[in-house]
């Protein structure tokens, strides 16, 4: 048996049974972690001893009958943004490169709490910014579909953890798509919860105000176990909401008779792959098949999406990456004056952060503020206005989550708008604030097609509903990436 193939809540029932210990099921995690981390380089640091001493207190306390949660002795991978105390923290820059936090993100805390194991921290993006992974500081991760193409971003270690079983669930950051964009690309699911349902205290940030950690796993059920966890209000962080935290299990019934699905026509235009315009909708055809009610519409305001998104984004990073100076956080140059010091220091930024920080700091000055951060959010609330007005007539909205499937490493380093269109299916959730979930529905080059599924702010549990119903009606996530001999 496999451990390292079988999801969260099937290791759970094998744990309390006492056919497996948590030691048993940790080791063959780790044991597969180094079987393809060579080639798929998805993490950046790797916690073996931690997780081992981890699992032995679950079994400890099996063993005196307690009662476990349905994610104690589970491995998991944190994205390398997300603190945790005593372990470096990179966020894939050099510029933190020897930071170690002195305190635990509340993610990880509630992660903890209810007995999950950790791993490593995974590779991304040099402070989430890029959609890729290919902007780290350290290394490239690949895809485990086809080690030739990329694996999303800016979560991509975590997405190509999942997908090659080094690790049963993972948390990613999402500011504009980046836990659902390596979520398609992967084959795995990947939830943007609605803004301020779970907490950002101890994630270091990109952009304040579309920010959003949230999980990535196998299956609906187990990303739905991990929701229960992190979700909630949290003091330390004034942005985390106090709207009550239902369980999130509870809506995991195959039912979506009477649901009315509302599929934007902007979404499958030009620039959309043929193919996966296609998987969606024959996607769509099944949950209409099941009952769910589907009707087109418009979404007047999608196309600006993007231009907001990289006016709003680069705004807030120029504005949050300002600390790292040399002086009060990160690396600092051993220059004599104090302005050689402060910009040598800032040069160990990738060309792409650079590059966000001059432009939100360009859209932020005087005399162009009004004419483009200002603008940009007066689109930013028409987009959220039309969304609220969408959710007045339909349960969900469903969309492709990319336009393409993964593309090849390198297709787009130098053609940045195009690497930027890959976002373009999943930036409106974040603008909004809305709730939105990737999944499987099917291949195209040997490659994974990803389904996105919006809902209501808050409405997590009906949009796991009409997922789960998808799920259970196909075989899209017990598909595996190629192996050979259990190596990549």
């Not at 679950?58 to 105390?85: M, Q, T």
């Not at 949230?214 to 709207?243: C, F, W, Y």
């Amino acid at each position: 048996m496999e451990l390292w193939k079988l999801p969260a809540h099937s290791l759970h029932k094998l744990l309390v049974g006492g056919e497996v210990t948590a030691q048993e099921i940790t080791s063959a995690f780790l044991q597969r972690l180094r079987e393809v981390e060579p080639q798929l380089q998805a993490f950046i640091t790797v916690t073996e001893e931690l997780a081992l001493e981890q699992a032995q207190e679950i079994d400890r306390r099996r063993e005196k009958g307690e009662e476990l949660p349905p994610l104690a002795g589970i491995p998991f991978a944190l994205k390398d943004n997300i603190s945790v105390r005593g372990i470096p923290t990179t966020c894939g820059s050099k510029m933190l490169e020897n930071y170690i936090p002195v305190y635990d993100a509340t993610i990880y805390k509630r992660l903890r709490e209810a007995g999950s194991v950790l791993v490593g921290k995974t590779n991304m993006d040099e402070f989430a910014m890029g959609s890729s992974t290919e902007f780290s500081a350290f290394h490239v991760t690949r895809n485990p579909w086809n080690l030739e193409r990329v694996p999303g971003g800016s979560s991509g270690g975590s997405a190509a953890a999942i997908a090659a079983g080094a690790a049963n669930f993972a948390l990613g950051t999402d500011t504009g798509g980046s836990i659902r964009q390596p979520a398609a690309f992967c084959g795995i699911v990947g939830i943007k919860p609605t803004y301020g349902r779970v907490s950002r205290y101890g994630v270091i940030p990109f952009a304040s105000s579309l920010d959003q950690a949230g999980p990535m796993a196998r299956t609906v059920t187990d990303a739905a176990l991990v929701l229960n966890v992190i979700s909630g209000h949290d003091q330390r962080d004034s942005t985390a909401l106090k709207e009550p935290v239902p369980d999130y299990t509870s809506y995991l019934v195959p039912d979506v008779a009477g649901l009315k699905i509302g599929v934007p026509k902007e979404y499958f235009g030009e620039g959309i792959a043929p193919e996966v315009g296609a998987a969606i909708w024959e996607g769509i055809r099944l949950l209409e098949k099941l009952g769910a009610r589907v009707e087109e519409f418009s979404l007047q305001t999608a196309s600006h999406c993007l231009s907001a998104y990289y006016i709003i984004a680069p705004a807030e990073a120029s504005s949050n990456l300002a600390c790292y100076d040399g002086i009060r956080y990160g690396y600092r140059a051993d220059v004599d004056d104090l302005l050689g010091m402060y910009t040598k220091s800032r040069r160990v930024l990738g060309s792409e952060v650079r590059r966000r920080i001059m432009l939100g700091t360009y859209a932020l000055s005087a005399g162009y503020y009004d004419a483009y951060y200002h603008k940009a959010q007066q689109a930013r609330t028409l987009i959220r206005q039309e969304f609220k007005e969408a959710f007045e007539k339909y349960d969900v909205l469903i969309t492709p989550t990319t336009p393409n499937v993964a593309f090849a490493l390198g297709a787009m380093v130098d053609d940045l708008l195009a690497m930027y269109l890959s976002d373009v299916c999943t930036l409106a959730a974040n603008l909004a604030g809305l709730p939105a979930i990737s999944l499987p529905c099917g291949f195209s080059q040997g490659m994974p097609i990803g389904m996105q599924i919006l809902g209501k702010p808050f409405a997590e549990g009906k949009i796991l509903q009409v997922a789960y119903t998808f799920e259970q009606e196909t075989e899209y996530h017990k598909e595996f990436p190629p192996v050979s001999k259990g190596v990549m």
